[in-house]
């Protein structure tokens, strides 16, 4: 399984697919073939792997499987995994975590009712890990959301002027563009597209686009955008929805299979994503600088008492604060509710009810 996983690692972060390796073993134990899924449209670990093996002109018949994401059951742009392993006549598949994927689950339970001998759970943590923006995405139905900010350590997002360009340094900001890298669409209001006339693509530091897909842009709010805009460049897609529903963003993306947004602000669309408890993860990006005035990186949360705040924790691993040039990154997230606890101003919703969940879920 450990293999499984190097070889899952190497599929690609983004996409509508999880990332998943598969490892063909010999009746002896001995590997005899592997596979990883490479995104959408491309061959499943499990079919890549038996197509590797009678490449080399084996045989799976009374072979092992050892797969980190449970074999799916369901015919999308490939055929359905747990039947291929039925039908090459695997006795035996060891699996690390179950399919969340209501859609695609089940394959577990197809490979006992053929005979198969079936094992789950092993480091089911670790593949779990490897895949989770997507698990949770499929699991509720919505894309995962990373908000992004930049601010100067008293929290202010632009200067009294308007001025923002640029509250950090270039590590940082390079930085971002791993980010966007990372993430299937890149997502903010109309206020922030007419400010700043913003490209969201993923770039070099020399400024020009990198090589490899670049992230869906979209825009969100009523306002129409200028025809010289530099989202119309034809860079990358742009999709512009006219709504101010969060919700309703989030659907949409859903049904295009996005998986991943990186909203990058600004401070009022941030507000009513954290609000409707639509965010995942915060990416907040501290410039040792004080401003003063100007606004703040996030708008009215309807927070009226501290024991209102939105409080986040750091989030699992060493870099979740981390030093970028003169700048420190911190990622957390969204802090589950305890059970029972009332929102303390019954007048405002609970803004972490849904966060709450995706902890739960988890
Ligand atoms: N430091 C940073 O990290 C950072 C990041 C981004 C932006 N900024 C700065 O933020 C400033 C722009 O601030 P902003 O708050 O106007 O930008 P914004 O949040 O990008 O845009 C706000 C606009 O989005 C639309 N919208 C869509 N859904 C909404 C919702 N649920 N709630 C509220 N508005 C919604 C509304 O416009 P319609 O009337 O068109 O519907 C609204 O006026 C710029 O100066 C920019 O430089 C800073």
Redesign the pocket.
């Not at 992004?148 to 601010?151: H, I």
């Not at 903010?188 to 597209?193: E, I, K, S």
């Not at 969100?220 to 306002?223: D, F, K, S």
């Given at each position: 399984m450990h293999r499984a996983l190097q070889l899952a690692a190497l599929g690609p972060a983004t996409g509508p697919n999880p990332r998943v390796g598969c490892v063909l073993l010999d009746p002896q134990g001995r590997t005899g073939a592997e596979g990883h899924h490479r995104g959408a449209g491309t061959p499943h670990a499990e079919a890549a792997a038996l197509a590797d093996l009678a490449a080399r002109g084996g045989s799976a018949a009374g072979w092992t499987a050892v797969v980190t994401l449970e074999p799916c059951t369901h015919t999308g742009r490939t055929g359905p995994c747990a039947q291929a392993l039925v039908a090459a006549g695997v006795h035996r598949v060891v699996i690390a975590d179950t399919d969340p994927n209501p859609t695609a689950a089940g394959g577990a339970q197809l490979l006992r009712a053929a005979g198969v001998d079936v094992e789950t759970g092993v480091l089911a943590q670790r593949a779990r890990s490897l895949n989770e923006r997507w698990a949770t995405a499929v699991g509720r139905g919505r894309p995962w959301v990373t908000w992004?900010?930049?601010?100067t350590l008293d929290g202010r997002?632009?200067a009294a002027d308007?001025t923002?360009r640029w509250?950090t340094s270039a590590p940082a900001r390079a930085d971002v563009h791993r980010l966007r890298a990372e993430h299937d669409a890149v997502l903010?209001?109309?206020?922030?597209?007419l400010?700043?006339d913003p490209a969201l693509t993923v770039r070099r530091p020399d400024g020009t686009d990198a090589t490899g897909p670049q992230p869906l842009r979209v825009v969100?709010?009523?306002?129409e955008l200028p025809a010289d805009a530099r989202l119309r460049d034809g860079r990358a897609e742009l999709l512009h929805l006219r709504?101010?529903?969060?919700h309703r963003v989030l659907t949409t993306l859903a049904e295009r299979e996005v998986r991943t947004v990186l909203l990058?602000?600004?401070?009022?669309?941030?507000?009513?994503f954290a609000r409707a408890g639509l965010v995942d993860e915060v990416v907040a990006y501290l410039a040792p600088a004080l401003l003063g005035a100007g606004?703040a990186?996030v708008?009215d949360l309807g927070v009226s008492g501290i024991a209102g705040a939105l409080r986040l924790d750091l989030a699992p691993g060493e870099d979740a604060v981390a030093r970028l040039g003169d700048d420190v990154r911190l990622t957390a997230r969204p802090r589950a509710r305890p059970a029972g606890e009332r929102d303390p101003d019954p007048s405002h919703p609970p803004v972490v009810e849904e966060a709450a969940r995706v902890h739960r879920d988890r």
């Open positions: 992004k900010f930049a601010a997002s632009a308007g923002s509250i903010v209001g109309t206020g922030t597209a400010a700043d969100a709010g009523l306002r709504t101010r529903d969060p990058e602000g600004g401070p009022a669309l941030a507000a009513a606004p990186a708008a």
